[in-house]
């Protein structure tokens, strides 16, 4: 494996790990389901939502944060 596909992977992995919610009292990771996460694309207005581990069955609550970035270019190319 060469250096950029490792370090793409270790990327992505970290990605992963940074958009994934793991329970505070067992640390288990719940798994990326939307149906269960609590999404909504612009940021949680209503304040932390509950949620319950699937490990150990205890209540914790997640509160969802979104940022954004955006590329500005003089014309359509430099904007991509």
């Given at each position: 494996?060469?250096?950029?596909?490792?370090?793409?992977?270790?990327?992505?992995?970290?990605?992963?790990?940074?958009?994934?919610?793991?329970c505070?009292?067992?640390?288990?990771?719940?798994?990326?389901?939307?149906?269960?996460?609590p999404?909504?694309?612009?940021?949680?207005?209503?304040?932390?939502?509950?949620?319950?581990?699937?490990?150990?069955?205890?209540?914790?609550?997640?509160?969802?944060?979104?940022?954004?970035?955006?590329?500005?270019?003089?014309?359509?190319?430099?904007?991509?």
């Amino acid at each position: 494996m060469s250096t950029f596909e490792e370090r793409m992977q270790k990327l992505m992995a970290e990605k992963e790990e940074r958009e994934s919610i793991r329970c505070p009292w067992c640390g288990a990771k719940k798994e990326n389901d939307d149906q269960q996460y609590p999404v909504s694309y612009w940021g949680s207005e209503d304040g932390p939502a509950s949620m319950e581990c699937g490990s150990c069955e205890k209540e914790f609550f997640v509160k969802e944060v979104v940022s954004r970035e955006y590329v500005v270019g003089k014309d359509e190319v430099s904007a991509a």
